[in-house]
């Protein structure tokens, strides 16, 4: 159990999902610091979480390969577009077509 009360996970996803119309929770950082008192759940899990189990689409999970694309096509930082409001669209694409060695575009 977790200091939250939480007992895995899945129950806070549950949670969160539940009280989605709360004001707060439509607040990600709310629910990205909630996930990350799970052991076990760092940034990415947390950000895939409310990526494709909340829908919030402007969440960009960062692993090795988005990384990659960071180094390869954007000099190392972060781009613009990792921050916009579908960033998780723009991510899933990047993420696409670098790993089929398509590279990816600015």
């Known amino acids: 159990k977790t200091e ?13 999902n539940s009280e989605k119309k709360n004001a707060e929770v439509n607040d990600i950082s709310v629910a990205y610091k909630e996930l ?22 402007n969440c960009c999970p960062v692993d090795t390969w988005m990384k990659k694309v960071f180094d390869n096509h954007y000099e190392g930082k972060m781009p613009a577009w990792a921050e916009d409001k ?4 723009y ?13 990816g575009n600015k």
């Open 36 to 57: 990350l008192q799970i052991t076990g759940i760092g940034p990415k899990v947390a950000n895939c979480i409310l990526l494709f189990g909340m829908h919030h689409m």
């Open 91 to 103: 991510q899933q694409v990047t993420f696409y077509y670098e790993r089929n060695g398509s590279g």
């Open 4 to 16: 939250n009360g939480y007992d895995g996970g899945s129950s806070l996803v549950m949670t969160l």
């Open 86 to 89: 579908n960033a998780g669209y």
